[in-house]
């Protein structure tokens, strides 16, 4: 941030939401960040329990197939396979824990300071649309300039408690020029959570 300059490098920061709305209304902050729902403590403990089924399993696999008479090309492909399923999908779902930890925080932080947020006007300068394979639109990612140009990104999520899983058309996504309002607490910092208000350009007023 800084310079006058829009920003626009990247991934949008964990905790800098975009929010669709019918009307710009600074009166008061949103209650929620709006962060995605992630699975509960007893589901991750399940998650973990079958990846270590899995690893177990693939431990019982390996040892039969060093231990026999199989080509060592084949022992080495069947090696590589299951090993890199069980690994890549431990590290997967560690690092969507890691976030999951981190959007608690965001969100109690918000909660807690919202009542101190101060709102400003902001321009769409820039956008990143996700689609499904239907179509429709499963996540975007605007780039906001606001009134000193200083630039930040943030994120709309399909799977929120307001947002309610819905997949959107996409001239449900902002355009580049659209007006938007900025809610912070403080600066505009990457672990500060950020919440961007934009028109649903397709809900006429």
């Not at 992630?38 to 089924?53: E, F, H, P, T």
């Not at 890691?98 to 947020?117: H, I, K, P």
């Amino acid at each position: 941030m800084g310079g006058g300059r829009v920003v626009d490098q990247g991934e949008a920061p964990i905790g800098h939401v975009v929010h669709l709305v019918r009307t710009l209304d600074d009166s008061a902050a949103p209650e929620r960040i709006g962060l995605p729902i992630r699975i509960s403590a007893w589901g991750r403990i399940v998650v973990w329990l079958l990846v270590g089924v899995g690893a177990i399993a693939t431990g019982i696999l390996l040892f039969h197939l060093w231990s026999g008479d199989s080509p060592w090309w084949f022992t080495l492909i069947f090696t590589f396979m299951p090993g890199f399923v069980v690994v890549g999908f431990a590290v997967a779902f560690a690092d969507s824990a890691r976030r999951a930890r981190t959007e608690v925080v965001l969100a109690q932080r918000w909660a807690d300071t919202r009542e101190r947020a101060t709102a400003s006007e902001g321009r769409v300068a820039d956008r990143q649309v996700s689609l499904t394979e239907h179509g429709g639109v499963s996540a975007f990612t605007l780039t906001v300039a606001d009134s000193a140009g200083f630039g930040i990104r943030a994120r709309w999520f399909r799977n929120t408690p307001d947002a309610g899983d819905v997949t959107l058309l996409q001239t449900q996504v902002p355009a580049v020029g659209s007006r938007v309002r900025i809610w912070q607490v403080g600066s505009l910092a990457e672990d500060a959570p950020v919440i961007v208000e934009a028109l649903d350009p397709s809900i006429v007023n």
